[in-house]
């Protein structure tokens, strides 16, 4: 029978070693994307969003190192990639648009020569056919005289517009998969909109599976087939985006979309932000590493990491609550 997973990623860990100690960034995470799929992770800074997605495209820093499990592309193991296969990987398979623009792209370099660069290391293509389907992505992509846009240099384009050749970049080799790390934050509300509507049609056209990075979960219910949610490294949550929404069922889900303004709104409705900090990275707590912060916390939270349960089919969350043998004690006063 065949694999209908496009990607599949099994109990990853991932820490950096620095001089005061061991940071885990990501502590045993799982999940399966299939093709053409599109999959939302969300979570506030610092739970380990990006540095999972990294791992995925090789492009993990020192000291940031893969501890423990296996992340598997199309039944291949991509950990055991040398340096050539991941460079052959990257690109071909699968590419990953940035944040920050403006810091990803080469400012002395034009557009065009990024753009054909891509092409031409990835391809057997000549420099004046690249060039074609370079202009022709950039008209995919709703840039205006694309042409013109070739010669010019990053800094000469507005924020939107650069986002756009990002965008362009990525797709230009066509990849099954595509990681989204942010790429609307830097942007205002119009643009936005635009961007998540051009992923759209560009997904749909093609049908390459995505992953996208965000702190929205208003760009997340737009874009999204399913989610999951991070915190302190770890997928305490995970479902459809109808299940993430509708029916939520880990504290946190809860805390991030009730700090969430709702447009179908009827009356004024007060946001509830979640109380406390995030957890600190180098000395995690014990238990629950969302228990201090939990309006619900237990002792047991406190003591004993939570089981993963599953809800319903596609649904599942890390929570003392959800467990029916939990020795529901009272509130700690954590």
């Not at 459809?240 to 979309?257: A, E, R, S, W």
Request: hydrophobic share 35%; net charge negative; with cysteine.
């Amino acid at each position: 029978m065949e694999n209908k997973n496009l990607l599949e990623i099994k109990d990853l860990e991932i820490s950096f070693f620095t001089p005061v100690g061991e940071v885990k960034a990501v502590g045993g995470i799982s999940y399966d994307l299939q093709y053409g799929e599109v999959m939302g992770i969300v979570g506030e800074s610092g739970s380990g969003k990006s540095v999972e997605a990294y791992s995925i495209i090789g492009l993990l820093q020192e000291p940031g190192k893969v501890v423990g499990g296996s992340i598997t592309f199309e039944g291949e193991d991509i950990l055991s990639y040398d340096k050539e296969q991941m460079q052959n990987f990257r690109g071909n398979k699968v590419s990953m648009i940035f944040q920050n623009p403006m810091t990803s792209l080469n400012p002395v370099y034009t557009i065009g020569n990024q753009l054909t660069e891509a092409l031409t290391c990835h391809t057997k293509i000549g420099k004046s056919e690249a060039h074609g389907q370079a202009v022709e992505m950039l008209r995919q992509v709703g840039i205006n005289n694309p042409e013109k846009r070739m010669g010019q240099y990053p800094h000469e384009l507005s924020g939107g517009m650069r986002q756009r050749v990002m965008i362009a970049m990525a797709l230009i080799c066509r990849p099954k998969l595509l990681i989204a790390d942010e790429p609307t934050t830097a942007l205002d509300v119009t643009i936005q909109a635009q961007i998540l509507e051009l992923m759209k049609e560009i997904q749909q056209q093609t049908q390459m599976a995505i992953i996208f990075i965000t702190h929205n979960l208003g760009v997340v219910a737009e874009i999204c087939d399913k989610v999951s949610v991070m915190y302190a490294g770890r997928i305490i949550e995970q479902g459809t985006v109808d299940q993430i929404f509708y029916n939520p069922k880990h504290p946190y889900t809860l805390g991030l979309l009730r700090s969430m303004p709702r447009v179908d709104a009827t009356e004024y409705e007060r946001l509830i932000p979640i109380e406390g900090t995030p957890v600190d990275m180098l000395n995690l707590p014990t238990g629950c590493h969302f228990g201090p912060r939990c309006d619900h916390c237990m002792k047991i939270c406190l003591k004993k990491e939570p089981p993963r349960v599953e809800i319903e089919e596609g649904h599942h969350a890390k929570c003392w609550l959800l467990t029916k043998n939990c020795e529901r004690t009272e509130k700690t006063d954590a």
